[in-house]
Nanobody, 124 residues
């Protein structure tokens, strides 16, 4: 059974940094697409970034140049390094995975496995 467990959320002032982690367990596939999504109060869940098996990454325009997604295969851990945080980055951040695909898309329905989410709050 696949499990995704996030950690690393918290409160930070604008301009600060946080690193989110997502430990993925229960899979043996060598191919994957893993991503981060976020949902702010009263808004739809939106895609933030993804990473594919070969290391290719992609980012939403709103976070490009400020966030970095990476994966440590030895630790089965997905990361999201967030810098230059803004109040509008405040949201619940969730990691998501498709452990059969060798490519990624940004749509939520592509990802069958999700973590429980971690709160990120950025104050001005």
């Amino acid at each position: 059974q696949v499990q995704l467990v996030e950690s690393g959320g918290g409160s930070v002032q604008a301009g600060g940094s946080l690193r989110l982690s997502c430990v993925v367990s229960g899979y043996t596939s060598s191919r994957y697409c893993m991503g981060w999504f976020r949902q702010a109060p009263g808004k739809e869940r939106e895609w933030v970034a993804y990473i594919v098996t070969d290391g290719r990454t992609n980012y939403a325009d709103s976070v490009k140049g400020r966030f970095t997604i990476s994966k440590d295969n030895a630790k089965n851990t997905l990361y999201l390094q967030m810098s230059s945080l803004k109040p509008e980055d405040t949201a619940v951040y969730s990691c998501a995975a498709n452990l059969r695909a060798g490519f990624c898309v940004t749509g939520r329905s592509f990802y069958p496995d999700w973590g429980q989410g971690t709160q990120v709050t950025v104050s001005s």
